[in-house]
């Protein structure tokens, strides 16, 4: 059974500052790895989703890794700011093709 | 663009009662799903559909049941509701071909008293 696992739970980081959010999955047997947005109180807002023939996805200060093999994908954001202030999803596409596992997230906070 | 509404933002229910929710998309999916979202345990999926008609449990579907007679609509139904089923509860759709990606509706947060 797929387990997804995001470390650190929560992150607190000075605004202009780079960063990296970890997801971990134990089934390297995955389609495709989706990262997502959840701001408080609201629903999921899709960021990117690497498929398994790719090893990277951009979009403007965002960037997700993929690596199959290792078994690890990574959320780069670049010059972070206060409105990026919020939990990160990471989930795998396994087995079934449309089902997804879900990681717990990541809470990070952009501090001015 | 694409959009997946859900009936309700906040509902209160009392115990016991039978409580509909409601998630319509207006993409063409073929696929359509419901999870509960709860703090420390994430989201789990609680049914999944792959057709008119057609239901498959996911991983926690005790409790719940689900409808589907239409391919815009799937309605999760709590046949009697708990205090043990408060929770945001999440639908999405997506379509059978690749890359499947999943589309989510805004959330409907239940509390049950």
């Known amino acids: 059974k797929q387990e997804v696992t995001q470390i650190p739970a929560a992150l607190s980081v000075p605004e202009g500052e780079n960063l990296v959010l970890n997801c971990s999955f134990t089934?390297?047997?995955?389609?495709?790895l989706q990262w997502f947005r959840q701001d408080p109180g609201k629903g999921l807002t899709s960021l990117l989703l690497i498929q398994s023939s790719q090893r990277e996805q951009t979009s403007g200060r965002l960037n997700a890794s993929l690596d199959k093999s290792s078994g690890r994908s990574t959320l780069y954001i670049a010059a972070s700011q206060p409105g990026d202030s919020a939990t990160y999803l990471c989930a795998a596409y396994t087995g079934t093709a449309s089902k997804l596992t879900f990681g717990t997230g990541t809470r990070l906070q952009v501090t001015l | 663009d694409v959009k997946v509404t859900q009936s309700s933002r906040y509902l209160v229910k009392r115990t016991g009662e039978k409580v509909f929710l409601e998630c319509v998309q207006d993409?063409?999916?073929?696929?359509m799903f419901w999870y509960r979202q709860d703090p420390g345990l994430g989201l789990r999926l609680i049914y999944f559909s792959y057709d008119v008609k057609m239901k498959e449990k996911g991983d926690i579907p005790e409790g719940y049941s689900v409808s589907r007679e239409k391919k815009e609509r799937f309605s999760l139904i709590l046949e009697s509701a708990s205090t043990n089923q408060t929770s945001m509860y999440l639908c999405?759709?997506?379509?059978?071909?690749?890359?499947?990606?999943?589309?989510f509706g805004p959330g409907t947060r239940l509390t049950v008293t």
């Open positions: 089934d390297s047997a995955i389609y495709n």
């Open positions: 993409m063409d999916h073929e696929n």
């Open positions: 999405a759709s997506s379509s059978r071909r690749p890359p499947w990606e999943q589309y």
